[in-house]
């Protein structure tokens, strides 16, 4: 996904979260810990992203600075969250949630079943809606 001005690209890789210059910059993690990281989206602003871990069990919505470094935990529950968006006043985070369950025994691969809720999630750690 490409930053809002235009000047960075950050991605999944091999189960990591990447960042890299535009066009043609070098690749960095921007993560250290051993979890399954999918789907970045960047804030408005472009100081932040969050993305989705998942496992077996389920997963978890993080937040960490664009540059990288230690993430932020703001979910609340373990589930099957995706799609993670922005608001555009940078205030909350959509996404969908669902469960493991359905997930691991769908038809479809790679991402949320029919079951899924639409959710918001403060940018900050707090309160899951």
Known sequence: MESPDGKKLAFSA???LYAM????????????GSAREFQP???PDGKSLTYVTWSSEGGQLWKL??????????SKSLAVYSNPAWSPDGTKIVLLRGN????????FDGGQTGNADLIWIPRTAGTQI
């Open 100 to 107: 493991a369950y359905d997930r691991e025994n769908s038809t």
């Open 14 to 16: 091999m189960t990591h």
């Open 21 to 32: 210059n535009l066009p043609a910059g070098k690749p960095e993690r921007l993560t250290s």
């Open 65 to 74: 600075p664009a540059t990288g470094g230690t993430p932020v935990q703001l």
């Open 41 to 43: 989206a960047w804030s």
